[in-house]
């Protein structure tokens, strides 16, 4: 990697807050990024993997790593492998991860992104789980489009540096619902906290949850134990107090079916950010 190559483009209050919360030192980056390549390289060679080709180590791409673990390269390193493990552990539930084969997961009002962040910088996330048609579309489905929306998301440069939040509004969840998700062999698999704790190259900053019926507090307050404590603290169960949500995040921030003051959620800019045409 030649000294002196553009690997990023952050500048300001985002690079003052990769600085002093991420450890990153601009003057060490493009060392750090070649510490990283080397020690994923001899780990590839290691393993014996066939065609290493197939794993990104291009400059862009390992800085999400060195972020997400703070500029500490053996971390980054695990992450790393740990990125590339999950999916070839579960290449038989994820398939092709490609946008537009799951176009209808985007549109069908499930899932939002605003289109502004929050007061720390953070992108924000919002969820209706009860607009997601899981008679029609399986769960599967679901898992592909929230992890093909994570790897976009974390294209963004100001996402890995501030972080992303994601706010569950469960109102509205049946338990037929909630009964059929917790029976399938992903919810036993434990997929998505998994990818969470372990492999994922970014940085979840809080997951909140609003009307959340009996039945989706109790499974998570039986899970929750079993998290990891960085990951417990970040997951905050509202129920339909949103003056404590809004200790949070600003209600301003939020649209109107989450107890904001915005405009109603609406999937175009997501569908606009993962490069589905408008219908």
């Known amino acids: 990697m030649a000294e002196g190559e553009q690997v990023t483009a952050i500048s300001g209050a985002t690079l003052e807050k990769a600085i002093s919360e991420l450890h990153e030192d601009p003057s060490t980056r493009l060392q750090s990024i ?15 993997l066939v065609d290493p080709s197939l794993r990104r180590k291009d400059p862009k791409f390992l800085l999400r790593f060195l972020r997400a673990k703070k500029f500490d390269v053996e971390r980054a390193r695990a992450l790393y492998s740990n990125y590339y493990a999950f999916r070839a552990k579960h290449a038989d539930i994820l398939g092709t991860l490609e946008p537009r084969a ?109 009307n959340q019926p009996w039945y989706i507090s109790i499974p998570l307050s039986i899970i929750m134990p079993f998290m990891k404590a960085k990951l417990r603290e970040r997951f905050h169960l509202h129920g339909a107090d949103y003056a404590s949500l809004s200790q949070h995040i600003d209600l301003q921030d939020l649209p109107s079916d989450f107890g904001g003051e915005g405009p109603p959620s609406s999937s175009e800019f997501l569908c606009t950010l993962m490069g589905l045409e408008q219908i």
């Not at 070649?34 to 014996?48: P, Q, T, Y």
């Open 102 to 210: 799951l176009d209808h997961m985007y549109r069908c009002g499930a899932m939002s992104l605003l289109e502004h962040r929050d007061k720390t910088g953070c992108a924000v996330m919002c969820f209706k789980p009860s607009l997601w048609p899981m008679d029609q579309y399986p769960l599967t489905d679901l898992v592909r489009a929230l992890l093909i929306l994570l790897d976009r998301l974390m294209e963004d440069e100001e996402n890995q540096v501030h972080g992303l939040r994601f706010v569950y509004n469960y109102e509205g969840v049946s338990l037929y619902q909630v009964f059929t998700v917790a029976r399938s062999d992903l919810a036993r698999k434990g997929i998505m906290v998994e990818l969470i704790q372990e492999a994922f190259p970014g940085r979840f900053k809080g997951l909140h949850f609003l």
């Open 34 to 48: 070649d510490d990283l390549r080397k020690l994923v390289e001899s780990d590839e060679e290691a393993e014996g």
